[in-house]
């Protein structure tokens, strides 16, 4: 079981504690399930476990990503010298807005800016509900592009 958590986990360290923790699991699901070939049963059970681990492993890397990618997001605007970025950056937000076509431009601010449900979007603009989707969905794309390009 060692060596199968190696080969997935590629770390001798976390492949130990896996091991360990699988055998803390068996104990709970030992009892749950229905085993007739007990090494096979064992070997799918923490090669399940091992691939588990590495999609939080990988979860947690695109969090951070993330969190880097959007670090304009989570910075202190309370602060005096953030306070200037932050009005740039709504300025060049309603600057992009002005430069989407009539539709997106329409549909991004109905549901962004005022919170309307798709439905509530159809009903005030006639346009159907692919085309409103559509119209977001590439408004956003859009004005992802246009300040990317001013940043």
Do not use: P
């Amino acid at each position: 079981m060692l060596g199968l958590c190696i080969k997935y986990l590629k770390n001798k360290d976390e492949a130990k504690d896996a091991t360990l923790e699988i055998f803390a699991k068996l104990m709970v699901d030992l009892k749950k399930h229905e085993i007739n070939l007990f090494k096979s049963w064992l070997y799918v059970y923490s090669k399940n476990y091992c691939l588990m681990q590495l999609r939080k492993r990988q979860s947690a890397l695109k969090k951070e990503l993330e969190l880097q990618d959007n670090y304009h997001l989570v910075v202190d605007y309370a602060d005096e010298k953030h306070l200037d970025e932050k009005e740039k950056r709504i300025v060049m937000l309603e600057d992009a807005i002005k430069h989407l076509s009539k539709e997106q431009r329409s549909c991004v601010e109905l549901f962004y800016l005022q919170n309307k449900s798709y439905q509530e979007i159809v009903e005030l603009t006639g346009y159907n509900s692919n085309e409103v989707k559509s119209h977001i969905q590439n408004g956003k794309r859009n004005l992802k592009l246009k300040l990317e390009n001013k940043f």
